[in-house]
């Protein structure tokens, strides 16, 4: 048998006296498709940075071809095939897709004077190599996100890789956009590059997957063949314990009135006559394909669409809700898709980031009672269990879990009545995905919350929400109802594929 493309033997690496990677032992042949997957914290990007060699190892070998590599630098890596894909894509946003292409093809040459005739050959030649199309004209920050990816995969493709390392690709795409993202990694391995696909969602490595490797606490706890693993075995790995799958059924009083009621919404260009309820406590759930209005109907409700038709009730009491100040009034909660840009104030601590929306709460005559800001804060750590010794700490620090908990927490302080989740779970972990879960039932059960849940994530839906509806170009066009307690799994997986089904057929 040939020797591996690329081999770990024994790697640690610590960081201030806490280990990162104990022991890892990885091995990737050429032309496979082998997952990392593991929890936030559990050391893959440790992982990817040793072997791009962003991190130097404290111990353990490093082979490629079966030679040792003695002090692997991120120049040696790119030289010896190695090419990653980072979650944010590293992309200049405010370049064209042909700048994008060609400007490091630019660079290693060391061209001092730009032709354009030039880089739009090298970009052609990219994308050609991709077999995709892109308007190369485009300004990055102008694409979706699975625009983005396909250039950045298309920029490494460039350097003749061997191996691709892509971090979380999936983090941001739709089912759709992950079924042509997959066809392009199968593409790249039909052309002999293996690629490292570093995921923590489980049915993605058991379909793209030739071979998985799992971390947890910076130890390899499990290896081998997809086909050894199926979905209950890489959670137990990956978390250390099963997470129990049941499904959310809404108990409450059919004879109480609605919590909200939206009869004939519509914004021009956006929203179409759209009708639905959430009683108290009510988990509801809306899928739909990419540009199908979910986000703009959660930006209605939120006020962020002042000139909408219609009418909207609250507790049988009709509301406008034309400014996002009028929609807090009304106990409206809105957790944003991306925390990163819409839902943290990055630069500042944790409790800073809690207490913000609940400032007037907190203040007397202008001057914030410090007194009941910590408290306050302290508070919704303990309640949200936010994994942190304190306050203090930079918000950056925290995982992506904990951050999405800061987010919700955040909201919770103002005690809200309806609270509007858009992709809850974007970019956490299992563990972390099934905490928040338990909180937000907890929440609606015990405080009557009404909860909108928006999400890609079919299981989810399916799991979380008493009944899920269905988004097609403004409109709502079906309605799923939830799955019975004594159903239990199967009545998940069925629903889920139900749902699958409604979804493919509005392609």
Not at 495 to 501: G, I, K, Q, V
Request: glycine share 10%.
């Amino acid at each position: 048998m040939p020797a591996p493309l690329l081999e770990l033997r024994d790697i640690a690496k610590h960081f201030a006296g806490v280990k990162a990677l104990d022991g890892v032992s990885l091995a990737i042949q050429p032309g496979e498709i082998h997952c990392l997957a593991g929890e936030n914290g559990s050391g893959k990007s440790t992982l990817i940075k040793v072997v791009s060699g962003v991190n130097s190892v404290d111990s353990g070998e490093i082979l490629i071809d079966g030679e040792p590599v003695g002090h692997m630098t991120p120049r040696l890596a790119i030289a010896r095939g190695v090419q990653v894909i980072y979650q944010d894509f590293s992309l200049f946003g405010n370049l064209t897709v042909a700048e994008n292409l060609s400007i490091g093809a630019e660079l290693r040459e060391r061209r001092r004077i730009v032709s354009w005739r030039r880089m739009r050959a090298h970009a052609e030649s990219a994308v050609r190599r991709l077999g995709v199309q892109l308007d190369l004209d485009a300004t990055v920050d102008s694409l979706p996100t699975s625009g983005r990816q396909l250039v950045a995969i298309a920029r490494a493709l460039m350097a003749d890789p061997r191996l691709l390392i892509m971090d979380e690709p999936t983090t941001a795409l739709t089912g759709r956009e992950v079924a042509t993202l997959f066809g392009v990694v199968r593409d790249i391995q039909a052309r002999g590059i293996a690629v490292l696909f570093v995921s923590h969602k489980m049915r993605e490595m058991l379909d793209i997957s030739e071979r998985l490797t799992v971390l947890r606490s910076g130890r390899v706890v499990a290896a081998g063949p997809i086909g050894q693993f199926d979905e209950p075995a890489i959670t137990r790995a990956m978390t250390g314990s099963d997470i129990a799958e049941d499904p959310y059924v809404w108990s409450g009083d059919d004879a109480a009135p609605n919590l909200l009621e939206v009869e004939g919404l519509t914004v021009p260009g956006e929203l179409d006559a759209v009708s639905f309820s959430i009683r108290p406590g009510e988990i509801v759930g809306v899928s739909g394909l990419l540009g199908s209005g979910r986000t703009e109907l959660a930006l209605a409700l939120f006020g962020m669409r002042p000139t909408y038709a219609g009418t909207i009730r609250m507790d049988g009491a009709p509301v406008r809700l034309d400014s996002v100040q009028a929609a807090i009034a009304r106990r409206i909660a809105y957790v944003p898709e991306d925390r990163l840009t819409e839902g943290l104030f990055l630069p500042e601590t944790i409790d800073r980031n809690i207490i913000v929306t609940a400032l007037p709460r907190l203040s007397r005559f202008g001057v914030m009672r410090m007194r009941d800001a910590a408290a306050a804060a302290a508070r919704t750590i303990r309640d949200m269990a936010i994994a942190t010794p304190t306050g203090d700490r930079p918000v950056t620090q925290l995982s992506g879990g904990n951050q999405q908990r800061v987010v919700i927490g955040r909201w919770l302080l103002q005690d809200p009545r309806l609270l509007i989740l858009n992709g809850p779970t974007v970019g956490v972990d299992v563990g972390s995905k099934a905490g928040i879960h338990r909180a937000i039932r907890a929440l609606a059960r015990a405080r009557g919350l009404g909860v909108l849940m928006i999400s890609d994530d079919l299981p989810e839906l399916v799991g979380q929400c008493s009944r899920v509806l269905v988004m097609h170009r403004g409109r709502l066009t079906a309605e799923l109802p939830g799955v019975p307690a004594e159903h239990g799994a199967a009545g998940l997986r069925a629903t889920e594929r139900a749902l699958s089904d409604r979804l493919k057929a509005l392609v």
